[in-house]
């Protein structure tokens, strides 16, 4: 019987050793001169300097320097190694100090391909693994450089033990269920509301500028500026403005450039990337909590960004932030649409309960007190250094803005209970509607701070699992006796007795 | 749900956190001290106007000692129901947490040295959203609910 079991299972035992690309070479000798020339940039240079500029010492050095990782390259290219065998994905690598990472397909949480400019120009891909655990910003292993048919055919041997009916999908493929035109490309950047990001961007880069000009051309530019200084300054500033703003649809484009969703089974796939070609796994389970974002450049429009919160993913990818763009710019209407082929669980039209209209002054008051604090500092300040009240008064037009905010906030918070889904909507600059399945919840609090308290209002908070942590949900001013239905209702416990009690609780639906 | 969680902390818990107080509150007097003092060497005002940073710091350090601790102490309850976990606690903001058993990952018991010197522990729970903590309880109560955490925890795992 032994004899006959054996060959069975010999085939795939012997871990069968695999190589990367040999473009792997090149990306890691690439690296290594980038991290040198980090390192060595600074004392470099000032050596150089300390020896009176000898032209040739610069030469040698960059010679070493290139001829150095170039070995570093091919000798790491041929310690490195790779072999899916016995339900384990193994790494080995490292030319002095050998390291071998054993990751059990099971913790495979999600495997990527990305494609940097080097990658692209060779037609490779790097694939990156990774698993639910730890918290680092590493990916947990790293292939820098695989060919199209390697990296499939290892995603394939990794995730195929992941999948117990893979036959009936593989066969269909990867669905997809939208792509990004181009036309919703350039509008999603031109209402990113970026603008703000890349301004700041633009003023760094204008800061640096300004320190590595010789001070007399500064100078001299600022003469030259002076008597036109009012509408110059405007003119400059409108300039800057649109810099900053094609610069945010660039960023926009090269992000999001061919962006398309696809649903395989419980998994869905996103690509998107003009010169870095990003893939990406997002397993259906992980889905914690879903987000309808409406900038408030994009909601005159009607238009909206989906985003999902999702447990253990997101880490190592440079978007670093654990809720990943699930579509970047769609018609608010058709969010559901989406969803119901993306992620069923988290599709929700249930009417909003707005809050109680004595709420309003908590939120306008809350806008205000911050406000109230910079205008008196900024008022203060105007008096004693220009000595006139009605300049000074000036700094109370801050208010207006901050309980318009604090109103605006107001209006677009709201919440429902949909079956077994908490909805919750709320605006700082954008409004957000999440949607919150009762299952992802790890805990839900009913916090009252004492005016709370005495005005019958209290704030509701869950909490569910994001990246390696966790985020929270909150609804604030909304009647405290539906604070407590909702701690009560979002328990655990059977469905059916859940779906009685809300028929039964009338309170709720008032 | 309407009633409070049943238990309290252990009432050594007010000891350990006037304890706690009085190291927190000695910067923060020593800071007044020097105010008073640079006012009225320096500057020379009235002595009342002089005396204001101690005398704020001094109500401030009497609140951190002698009350905060009480008020916290009462206000804090909790209690392993069948399903969850309920937590509340606050002395200004009042906080209802539940915590379903199901989503508790591990457990552990936390003693810090002055924990120790009074017999108290902490009882830390981690969902995968982040941990809570029960603290200051008699060891052996807080090894009970650890426990008790952990078998609860893996039989509402299985269902």
Known sequence: ?510 | MKDEPAERLDPRAKTLWRLTGILRAVPILVGGGLGSWGLLREVGPSIYIGLLPALGTLVLAALIVFFVPSLRWRRWRYEIRAEEVDLQRGIVWVSRTLVPLARIQHVDTRRGPLERRLGLSTVIFYTAAGPNEIPELATPVAESVRDRIAELARTRDEL
Do not use: C
């Not at chain 1, 002054?361 to 806008?367: G, I, L, N, S, T």
């Not at chain 1, 900024?378 to 000036?394: D, E, K």
């Not at chain 1, 005005?455 to 604070?483: P, Y």
């Open chain 1, 1 to 510: 019987m032994n004899s006959e079991t054996n060959p069975e299972q010999r085939p795939e035992t012997p871990p069968q050793l695999r190589y990367l690309h040999p473009v792997a070479m090149l990306i890691g000798a690439i690296k290594t001169i980038r991290r040198w020339v980090g390192a060595a940039a600074i004392p470099g240079i000032a050596a150089l300097a300390g020896t009176g500029w000898r032209l040739e010492l610069a030469i040698l050095g960059v010679i070493v320097l290139v001829v150095g990782s170039g070995v570093w390259g091919v000798l790491s290219w041929r310690a490195t190694t790779y072999s899916v065998s016995g339900g384990a994905f193994y790494l080995r690598r490292g030319v002095l100090q050998k390291s071998e990472r054993t990751i059990p397909l099971e913790h495979v949480q999600s495997v990527d391909t990305v494609q940097g400019i080097v990658q692209r120009f060779f037609g490779v891909v790097e694939l990156r693994v990774e698993t639910a655990g730890g918290g680092t910003n590493q990916p947990d292993a790293a292939l820098s450089a695989l060919d199209r048919g390697a990296a499939e055919t290892l995603r394939r041997e990794i995730e195929g033990s992941r999948r117990v009916s893979a036959e009936d999908e593989e066969e269909s493929g990867p669905e997809v269920i939208r792509k990004l035109s181009t036309r919703d490309l350039l509008v999603a950047g031109a209402t990113s509301g970026q603008i703000g990001v890349a301004l700041s961007l633009v003023a760094v880069a204008s800061q640096v500028f300004d320190n590595f000009l010789p001070n007399n051309i500064t100078e001299r530019i600022f003469e030259l500026l002076a008597p036109r200084s009012l509408t110059f300054v405007l003119l400059l500033a409108l300039v800057l403005a649109l810099f900053a703003w094609l610069l945010s649809i660039g960023g926009t484009v090269l992000a999001y450039s061919g962006f398309t969703l696809s649903r395989d089974g419980d998994f869905l796939y996103i690509r998107r990337g003009l010169l870095e070609k990003r893939e990406a796994t997002l397993p259906l389970a992980r889905i914690q909590a879903v987000r309808i974002v409406e900038g408030i450049l994009r909601q005159p429009f009607g238009l909206a960004m989906l985003r999902v919160e999702s447990a253990g993913y997101g880490r190592g990818t440079e978007d670093v932030s654990v809720s990943t763009t699930l579509f970047p710019l769609l018609p608010r209407r058709e969010a559901e649409r989406l969803l119901l082929v993306a992620a069923p669980e988290f599709v929700t039209e249930a009417p909003l309960e707005s809050l109680p209209a004595r709420a309003l002054r908590r939120y306008v008051v809350r806008a205000l007190i911050p406000t109230l604090l910079i205008a008196l500092v900024v008022g203060l300040n105007v008096w004693f250094a220009a000595g006139s009240v009605p300049l000074a008064l000036l700094a109370l037009l801050l208010l207006p803005p901050a309980a318009l905010h604090g109103f605006f906030r107001y209006r677009a918070a709201g919440w429902a209970l949909d079956e077994d889904r908490l909805v919750v909507r709320n605006r700082f600059i954008s409004r957000v509607t999440s949607v919150v399945p009762r299952r992802r919840i790890q805990s839900r609090s009913v916090v009252e701070s004492p005016f709370q308290r005495r005005a019958g209002l209290a704030t509701f908070r869950v909490r569910v699992a994001s990246g390696s942590g966790g985020t929270a949900f909150r609804v604030v001013h909304l009647e405290a006796f539906q604070a407590d239905a909702l701690l009560d209702r979002l328990g655990p416990g059977r469905p059916e007795s859940r779906a009685r009690a809300a028929g039964s609780d009338a309170a709720l639906e008032s």
